[in-house]
């Protein structure tokens, strides 16, 4: 069975699954509203946490949640599950698509056949969403794929059931019953309410704006803990997690600004305009910083000079995100 | 960023050439947000380029390895399914430490059956092409 579901390409994968299922049960959620109202927005650096040997950075709160929070707090109604075996994963799935439910799935990346191999990483936190199943052959809708795509069985299973960090475990979700009424504004103050709380209050260096000043001090690091060719592996993936397919740039900063523009005229709150420019703003900044990474990166020497000035950027990107939370905080 | 400065740098490295186009949300000048497309841009592609250079490079690190009897095939394999050790183990379902010997030559030339077959599978090889690296 294949269900009529409109593909819609988006900048980001689970953001973009989530206002794509909520459109397919007729609630006109942007893919903006959906990251803001899911809070989508954070930063995190955690050197002692490596991948492929370089320390994660992320520019996004953790998997799974935005989907979860939009869910929630447009009260929807909404299902997730997780497997112990493939078979039974697989077979749930079909059974939802027999029962004519768009189903997301998290997966990863490296096992989907229809993705350039160019971006085929061990990343194990993609979204689509699965909507149609013939003979083994699933229908897929990826958001950031152009049009809608096909994968095998096998495929998609290892894609489900991947190993590593996060383990997707199969995770599937899909929305069971949507509201008559949607309350926009409340759930629009909800989701800038915990990201103003999770950008400004962790008391930990690695999370939040203070995780920008801590990166800050870390760069200037690197030249002499590391050989030029780490070190330049450490900025480049910095500039990945921040500008690669996904992300729809400047790390996420775009995207939210454009969620504030969004929610400033349907709450008519002319605050959420202004600060929507002041993020735009930031994410200029957070542009010019991947621009200076890239130059650097590409000159693979260990120019001190070089990372003390990417140092000094990046603690103003943390002097102008600390200030914008503060006010964004202060219009609720 | 403006609609205007959209930067439209195709990769140019591997099948890059075949990357969907990017969704980007960018302003008018008037500071609207609006949707539109981007083939990629040169920052990025110098970073995932230079992550790619990475892997080749230790690839043929491994390769070497493996003809001088420094380490066992499965270094090699590991490397080209852009693995670590820490993902392999959890595919194979071992230790770390379990894998980690068995990049060992002398340990691996003693790998039963099973085992070898769990890794051909990892890798989606034969266990023939496992013993083998072309």
């Known amino acids: 069975m294949i269900i009529p579901f409109e593909h819609k390409p988006q900048a980001h994968c689970e953001s973009g699954v989530t206002s794509n299922l909520l459109r397919f049960y007729g609630l006109p959620i942007s893919e903006p509203l959906a990251f803001g109202i899911g809070s989508g927005l954070f930063f995190a650096h955690l050197p002692f946490v490596k991948i492929n040997g370089v320390p994660g950075t992320a520019y996004r709160i953790y998997p799974g949640q935005i989907f979860k929070n939009v869910c929630k707090r447009l009260e929807v109604t909404a299902k997730s599950e997780t497997f112990s075996s493939v078979e039974k994963g697989m077979q749930r799935l079909k059974e939802n698509i027999q029962q004519g439910i768009p189903t997301g799935c998290q997966v990863s990346v490296f096992y989907l056949p229809f993705l350039p191999e160019v971006f085929r990483f061990h990343f194990n936190a993609h979204n689509l969403v699965i909507h149609g199943e013939e003979n083994n052959i699933f229908h897929v809708s990826d958001p950031v794929m152009d049009d809608k795509c096909i994968i095998a069985y096998d495929d998609l299973a290892k894609a489900r059931f991947a190993k590593g960090t996060p383990e997707p475990k199969g995770r599937m979700y899909y929305i069971t019953k949507v509201p008559d009424t949607l309350d926009l504004p409340m759930a629009i103050k909800l989701g800038i309410k915990q990201t103003c709380f999770f950008m400004k209050s962790p008391p930990l260096p690695w999370f939040g704006v203070n995780a920008i000043k801590f990166l800050s001090k870390q760069i200037q690091k690197y030249p002499e803990k590391l050989e030029p060719r780490k070190a330049t592996l450490y900025l480049g993936n910095l500039i990945r997690m921040q500008e690669e397919i996904g992300t729809g740039g400047a790390g996420f900063r775009f995207l939210y600004a454009a969620f504030l523009q969004e929610a400033a005229s349907i709450t008519q709150n002319q605050n959420l305009g202004e600060l929507s420019q002041t993020l735009t703003a930031i994410g200029d900044q957070w542009r010019n910083f991947a621009y200076h990474t890239a130059r650097l990166c590409k000159a693979r020497t260990s120019d001190v000079v070089g990372y003390k000035e990417l140092s000094k950027q990046l603690y103003s990107i943390y002097e102008s995100e600390k200030a914008f939370y503060n006010q964004l905080a202060k219009v609720y | ?134």
């Not at chain 2, 591997?14 to 609006?34: I, Q, R």
């Not at chain 2, 990475?54 to 270094?75: M, R, T, W, Y």
């Open chain 2, 1 to 134: 960023m403006h609609l205007e400065e959209v930067p439209q740098d195709k990769k140019k490295f591997k099948d890059g050439e075949n990357a969907p186009k990017k969704v980007l949300y960018v302003t008018h000048a008037d500071g609207s947000y609006v949707q539109t497309n981007s083939a990629g841009w040169e920052a990025e592609n110098v970073a995932l380029e230079q992550a790619w250079e990475e892997i080749d490079h230790q690839l043929a690190q491994e390769k070497l390895n493996f003809e001088k009897g420094v380490s066992s095939p499965i270094a090699y394999y590991m490397t080209k399914n852009r693995m670590d050790i820490g993902i392999l183990a959890a595919y194979v379902n071992k230790w770390q430490w379990q894998v980690k010997r068995h990049i060992k030559p002398s340990v691996f030339t003693n790998l039963s059956e099973k085992m070898l077959q769990k890794y051909a599978e990892v890798f989606n090889i034969s266990i023939e092409q496992l013993k083998k690296p072309e």
